[in-house]
């Protein structure tokens, strides 16, 4: 039946109207036989030619790279490529999935994060480091895949077993590397209680920099946010922008766990440069250095992530969930029963829930539903 269906939707789908300007979204990072980066794509706007200049930004950094070559995989064909086609392109090293290139909008972001951390254990001996490398070019194709170097181990962080499982059989395939996996810990969060000033200040020989910025507690589930209250005739707005990447391009991590910040404001008050010796770099170290400060003044919270779930069972097993429920600290609202079936919804931190989903398929005999999705960090 896949013909007819393919000619039922070439038939009776409507056709896109493309518009004159040139765009694109990346969709897929992948490498050919001989190592080459393809960037896969597709054209929603215009055309694209061999040798064509292709603008993107990276952080805050614009690049600009030729199209080197154009494939449609069932084959290489070197032909302009028009609006609505699938294509493989060569020589760009900037792109990642999701963005957008020409008059096309980048991907607004992930809807889900992983809320577990795994030890990646190395079961045939590679090194770790020639390991790490190679998992970053994963990493690179699915931005979706957290990787992480911690003292000499690494972690990835993932949404559970089945996210673990597929991520095993694909390191097997394209690295060649047998990976086993330890058990899962939750990914905590920092916050901070009250509000301070950090400063940051860097002054080795020939270079100069200062930051002042204000940390505030933010709403929940607001992330890290950050403004600017600092003059221009005090810091020039080039040297404020780039104080901004900086805050941004990293995850901060908090001084009572290591653990990335998040619901913070931060505030840039004031900061100075020197005529002839400052660098961007020094920006760089100096707000590092700003946050750093002012987190060990604050009084920092740990924020541990809360899964929303709904579990539906048999209504003879509705007092067993409940007592599990409560167990785990979690809040539910009351039952809805038909008499035959039960439902519950609530919210549970995931530290007492991330392995309950076996738990339930045991004592229902596999009948009970669970559902969970990340809630926010309290």
């Known amino acids: 039946g896949v013909e007819e269906l393919l000619s039922g939707v070439e038939r009776y789908a409507p056709q896109p109207v493309y518009p004159p300007e040139f765009g694109a979204k990346v969709f897929k990072i992948t490498r050919d036989a001989q190592g080459a980066r393809l960037t896969h794509m597709k054209i929603a706007g215009g055309a694209l030619h061999t040798k064509d ?19 449609l995989y069932s084959g290489a064909k070197f032909r302009p490529v028009e609006a609505g086609a699938v294509v493989a392109v060569t020589g760009l090293s900037h792109t990642f999935p999701g963005q957008g290139l020409g008059i096309e909008p980048d991907w607004a972001g ?39 170097w911690n003292n000499g181990e690494i972690h990835a962080q993932l949404m559970g077993e089945v ?3 597929i991520l095993q059989r694909l390191i097997r395939e394209r690295l060649g590397m047998e990976v086993r996996f330890g058990t899962g810990a939750v990914c905590y969060r920092e916050t901070i ?43 020039d707005l080039n040297w404020q922008r780039l104080i901004f990447t900086h805050l941004l391009e990293k995850p901060h991590l908090g001084v009572l766990t290591g653990s990335p910040i998040t619901d913070i404001k931060i505030t ?60 785990m600290a979690g809040t539910f609202d009351p039952p809805e029963s038909d008499g035959t079936w039960a439902t519950l919804t609530g919210t549970a931190p995931v530290a007492a829930m991330k392995d309950y989903p076996l738990t339930v398929a045991a004592y229902t005999r596999g009948r009970g539903k669970f559902a969970c999705s990340l809630h926010g960090y309290a």
């Open 193 to 235: 209680a009250n509000t301070v000033e950090g400063i940051g200040h860097f002054e080795p020989l020939r270079h100069y920099a200062e930051v002042h910025l204000l940390l505030e507690p933010g709403e929940p589930g607001s992330g890290l946010t950050i403004a600017s209250a600092c003059p221009t005739d005090q810091l």
């Open 268 to 327: 840039l008050l004031t900061g100075r440069a020197h005529e002839k010796h400052t660098e961007g770099g020094d920006f760089r170290q100096a707000t590092y250095r700003a946050v750093r400060q002012g987190l060990m003044q604050a009084e920092s919270v740990l924020l541990e992530p809360w899964y929303a779930f709904t579990l539906t069972l048999p209504a003879e097993q509705l007092g067993r969930a409940i007592s599990d429920l409560q167990t």
């Open 163 to 165: 996210q673990m499982e």
């Open 110 to 148: 992930a809807v889900l994060q992983p809320v577990l951390t795994y030890r990646l254990e190395l079961a045939d001996g590679t090194d770790p480091h020639t390991a790490m490398q190679k998992l970053r070019q994963l990493e690179e194709e699915d931005p979706q895949l957290h990787i992480v």
């Open 53 to 71: 200049l292709l603008t993107g930004r990276e952080g805050d950094a614009p690049w600009q790279e030729k199209a080197d070559q154009l494939r």
